[in-house]
């Protein structure tokens, strides 16, 4: 079996910084894209930011210049440093990531249970 378990979700006044992590476990022959998307109360899920094995990253528009993805390949970890962070932000954070279990198999996407981020004061 393969599990996501991300981490460091809580509450923070506006302005204020979080770092949520995310690690993969279990059988995998490689990690491929990974990524962290949102879910706000009464919202549809969202992309937030992906990151792929080489490094390359995206962003959506309303977090550019506020949130930093990265990862380590060695660890299958990925990351979210979220600061300036504004109420608006608040909500559900999911971890994503695209991996293949063996050699011979394909890519399969996998979700991680979520961690809730509150911004308020």
């Known amino acids: 079996q393969v599990q996501l378990v991300e981490s460091g979700g809580g509450l923070v006044q506006p302005g204020g910084s979080l770092r949520l992590s995310c690690a993969a476990s279990?059988?995998?022959?490689?990690?491929?894209?990974m990524g962290w998307y949102r879910q706000a109360p009464g919202k549809e899920r969202e992309l937030v930011a992906t990151?792929?094995?080489?490094?390359?990253?995206n962003y959506t528009d309303s977090v550019k210049g506020r949130f930093t993805i990265s990862r380590d390949n060695a660890k299958n970890m990925v990351y979210l440093q979220m600061n300036s962070l504004k109420p608006e932000d608040t909500a559900v954070y999911y971890c994503?990531?695209?991996?293949?279990?063996?050699?011979?198999?394909?890519?399969?996407?996998?979700w991680g249970q979520g961690t809730p981020v509150t911004v308020s004061s």
């Open positions: 994503n990531a695209g991996l293949r279990r063996t050699l011979y198999t394909g890519t399969v996407y996998y």
């Open positions: 279990g059988r995998i022959f490689r990690v491929n894209a």
């Open positions: 990151i792929t094995n080489g490094g390359s990253t």
